[in-house]
């Protein structure tokens, strides 16, 4: 299990998230200082100024997402093959039986 490799992504996750948390924060404090009411629709718009940004973060967080799905995964589907390859491989050793030894004593 490639642990650094997850808790990097992981960090990489929690950064983006709250870079986004932030400017979304930044955004409602604007609107506020602005007078805007909560119940207009120019309240929850975004300024066209912010809105790369915000496409980016979500896109870095959806790829951290997939990539730490694909990874995981990834790992099931090994552990699953070993323990159907380790399985399968008990299974004929032991139906072989003890009396499969060929001798003749």
């Known amino acids: ?3 650094k490799l997850v808790r990097d992504c992981l960090q990489d996750l929690q950064i983006h998230v709250q870079a986004l948390q932030d400017q979304v924060e930044a955004n409602n ?3 506020n200082n602005n007078g805007s009411s ?3 629709s120019s309240s929850t718009r975004l300024p066209h ?3 790369p940004s915000i496409l980016l973060q979500k ?3 959806s790829r951290n997402k997939r990539c730490l ?3 995981h995964q990834a790992r099931v589907d090994l552990l699953t093959q070993a323990y159907w390859t380790s399985s ?7 139906s072989a039986g003890p009396n499969d030894n060929h001798s003749n004593n």
């Open 59 to 61: 896109a870095a967080i």
């Open 88 to 94: 399968s491989t008990t299974t004929n050793s032991a």
């Open 29 to 31: 404090n604007n609107n």
């Open 49 to 51: 100024n912010v809105r």
């Open 38 to 40: 909560s119940s207009s």
């Open 69 to 71: 799905l694909a990874y």
């Open 1 to 3: 299990y490639n642990d």
